[in-house]
């Protein structure tokens, strides 16, 4: 990472397809990648319902962008934390998550698990610990 | 290091208020703004939470928004600031980062 | 100071533009920069020309035009989120077939790309939206 | 606007971009290949192979670096990098390469 690189942290709150805030958000970050900066993505409140497995979405005509969220490691997005308070008050465990791995560069393209769960004060560390924060 | 947060929601429709003061550090600024100048309304259902945060957090309400909808100042819970857009921007100025709780 | 902003909602139906208007104005009358506003979501629709609110109303496209011109700020709809939404300059609408564009004067389309430039190059960014 | 490929009609956008994306086949692959001016050998069918593939799991589009960094790591460096890529596609392996692959249009967001 360049020493000149900002921390940005896109944090997202909102679940997917009731409205579009989760898909554009994951569209801002898979082309900020390009810049190379220290890219976190946080993931409370109703935003742990993106990252959910077995999302279906035939039934309602519109494309299930779940599986994009594990293409996030080719891109070097690979920090994304989830709330466990907010997993805990929707009854969500970590099992009730996709898996979204990386391969470390520095550790001989090890695959390494891209979810980092955080309790709500970590979380509210990450958070003070920027340059910017995206809101979604 | 710290952070204005924003929030714009009214706390009787959504949580995000609830979770700002949730992630706020010591020494941040709160400000509601728009719909969320209700939260600053004493004697709610809220206010108690409110208030309790008010002296780690510099809670403020935007004083516009507020007259706006009609909300006398003197029931703002005690302890909360009123600021107008020349304060906002300030205290946007004065922190070192600025999140908006959507 | 340097201000980057983001308008994430449309005109009229939320009051995300008109909070980041009034909060423009006093930045910039407290001696600050606002070198660049982007819009993204429904905020794509504050560029359209061809909104005609009643009179006795706040143009809030208008509202942007001028003060754009008057502090040279840089107003960049999300390309990405403008084709979604049937917001089109003459360049697009010549690349994608359409017979028609709406950008209004003192907008442009460009990319997200805009957006995290805003964020390296801003000294506080600063979100408006639902 | 549209191909024609053993008698059926594909349409297609302003820039060559088919409208319906299941309508793709590997017929189709190689009409859209001779509008662009490319002779469709094995290697380029490798590159639109393995896009169809990644969009099929991800369902993105790969940006150019991460097509190639994905490329060099399964078929190898002296594939995976910017000159073999754009011999294959002159005008661009995400423009051409997507387009013959039956992708969505990159939004060039950039």
Same mark, same amino acid.
């Given at each position: 990472?360049? !020493?000149?690189?900002?921390?940005?942290?896109?944090?997202?709150?909102?679940?997917?397809? #009731?409205?579009?805030?989760?898909?554009?958000?994951?569209?801002?970050?898979?082309?900020? %990648?390009?810049?190379?900066?220290?890219?976190?993505?946080?993931?409370?409140?109703? @935003?742990?319902?993106?990252?959910?497995? @077995?999302? =279906?979405?035939?039934?309602?005509?519109?494309?299930?962008?779940?599986?994009?969220?594990? /293409?996030?490691?080719?891109?070097?997005?690979?920090?994304?934390?989830?709330?466990?308070?907010?997993?805990?008050?929707?009854?969500?465990?970590? =099992?009730?998550?996709?898996?979204?791995?990386?391969? =470390?560069?520095?550790?001989?393209?090890?695959?390494?698990?891209?979810?980092?769960?955080?309790?709500?004060?970590?979380?509210?560390?990450?958070?003070?610990?920027?340059?910017?924060?995206?809101?979604? | 290091?710290?952070?204005?947060?924003?929030?714009?929601?009214?706390?009787? *429709?959504?949580?995000?208020?609830?979770?700002?003061?949730?992630?706020?550090?010591?020494?941040?600024?709160?400000?509601?703004?728009?719909?969320?100048?209700?939260?600053?309304?004493?004697?709610?259902?809220?206010?108690?939470?409110?208030?309790?945060?008010?002296?780690?957090?510099?809670?403020?309400?935007?004083?516009?928004?507020?007259?706006?909808?009609?909300?006398?100042?003197?029931?703002?819970?005690? #302890?909360? !600031?009123?600021?107008?857009?020349?304060?906002?921007?300030?205290?946007?100025?004065?922190?070192?980062?600025?999140?908006?709780?959507? | 100071?340097?201000?980057?902003?983001?308008?994430?909602?449309?005109? $009229?139906?939320?009051?995300?533009?008109? *909070?980041?208007?009034?909060?423009?104005? /006093?930045?910039?009358?407290?001696?600050?920069?606002?070198?660049?506003?982007?819009? $993204?979501?429904?905020?794509?629709?504050?560029?359209?020309?061809? *909104?005609?609110?009643?009179?006795?109303?706040?143009?809030?496209?208008?509202?942007?035009?001028?003060? /754009? +011109?008057?502090?040279?700020?840089?107003?960049?709809?999300?390309?990405?989120?403008?084709?979604?939404?049937?917001?089109?300059?003459? !360049?697009?609408? !010549?690349?994608?077939?359409?017979?028609?564009?709406?950008?209004?004067? #003192?907008?442009?389309?460009?990319?997200?790309?805009?957006?995290?430039?805003?964020?390296?190059?801003? =000294?506080?960014?600063?979100?408006?939206? +639902? | 606007?549209?191909?024609?490929?053993?008698?059926?009609?594909?349409?297609?956008?302003?820039?060559?971009?088919?409208?319906?994306?299941?309508?793709?086949?590997?017929?189709?692959?190689?009409?859209?290949?001779?509008?662009?001016?490319?002779?469709?050998?094995?290697?380029?069918?490798?590159?639109?192979?393995?896009?169809?593939?990644?969009?099929?799991?991800?369902?993105?589009?790969?940006?150019?670096?991460?097509?190639?960094?994905?490329?060099?790591?399964?078929? @190898?460096?002296?594939?995976?990098?910017?000159?073999?890529?754009?011999?294959?596609?002159?005008?661009?392996?995400?423009?051409? %390469?997507?387009?013959?692959? @039956?992708?969505?249009?990159?939004?060039?967001?950039?």
């Amino acid at each position: 990472m360049e !020493n000149d690189a900002k921390r940005f942290l896109y944090v997202n709150r909102k679940a997917p397809y #009731g409205t579009i805030y989760a898909l554009e958000s994951l569209e801002v970050v898979l082309i900020g %990648a390009a810049f190379e900066q220290n890219v976190s993505l946080a993931f409370l409140d109703d @935003g742990v319902f993106q990252l959910t497995k @077995g999302q =279906d979405t035939q039934g309602i005509g519109v494309k299930n962008f779940s599986p994009t969220y594990r /293409a996030l490691g080719d891109y070097d997005v690979n920090k994304l934390y989830v709330e466990k308070e907010s997993l805990e008050e929707r009854g969500l465990s970590v =099992d009730d998550l996709q898996e979204i791995t990386y391969e =470390d560069e520095d550790d001989d393209w090890e695959e390494k698990p891209s979810i980092n769960i955080v309790s709500r004060s970590e979380m509210a560390d990450i958070m003070a610990n920027q340059d910017v924060v995206l809101s979604f | 290091m710290s952070t204005l947060h924003t929030v714009n929601k009214s706390p009787f *429709s959504t949580q995000s208020l609830v979770s700002c003061l949730g992630h706020a550090k010591d020494g941040d600024t709160v400000l509601l703004i728009e719909d969320g100048v209700y939260g600053a309304i004493s004697q709610s259902g809220i206010s108690d939470a409110i208030s309790a945060r008010a002296t780690e957090v510099n809670l403020c309400v935007l004083q516009p928004d507020l007259e706006a909808r009609g909300v006398d100042a003197a029931k703002v819970v005690e #302890g909360v !600031n009123l600021v107008d857009y020349s304060g906002f921007v300030e205290l946007a100025a004065k922190h070192s980062l600025t999140q908006a709780w959507l | 100071m340097k201000f980057g902003v983001v308008i994430s909602e449309g005109p $009229y139906t939320h009051q995300a533009s008109d *909070s980041a208007f009034n909060f423009v104005k /006093a930045a910039i009358a407290n001696g600050h920069e606002v070198p660049r506003i982007f819009f $993204y979501h429904d905020g794509v629709n504050v560029g359209t020309r061809l *909104s005609v609110p009643p009179q006795d109303e706040r143009n809030i496209q208008k509202q942007w035009t001028e003060i /754009a +011109d008057e502090n040279c700020i840089d107003l960049v709809i999300c390309i990405a989120a403008a084709q979604r939404r049937g917001m089109l300059d003459e !360049n697009e609408a !010549n690349r994608q077939g359409k017979d028609a564009n709406n950008i209004a004067e #003192g907008f442009r389309i460009s990319g997200l790309g805009q957006l995290i430039e805003m964020g390296i190059q801003s =000294d506080r960014l600063i979100t408006f939206g +639902d | 606007m549209a191909y024609q490929v053993n008698g059926a009609t594909i349409e297609h956008d302003e820039e060559g971009y088919i409208l319906t994306l299941s309508d793709w086949s590997k017929e189709l692959a190689d009409v859209i290949a001779e509008t662009e001016e490319i002779d469709m050998n094995e290697e380029h069918w490798e590159v639109v192979n393995f896009l169809r593939e990644y969009y099929e799991e991800y369902q993105i589009a790969p940006a150019v670096r991460v097509l190639i960094k994905s490329i060099k790591k399964s078929l @190898g460096p002296e594939k995976g990098n910017n000159k073999y890529m754009y011999e294959l596609f002159p005008y661009g392996p995400a423009k051409q %390469a997507c387009k013959i692959a @039956g992708l969505p249009k990159p939004t060039g967001c950039v």
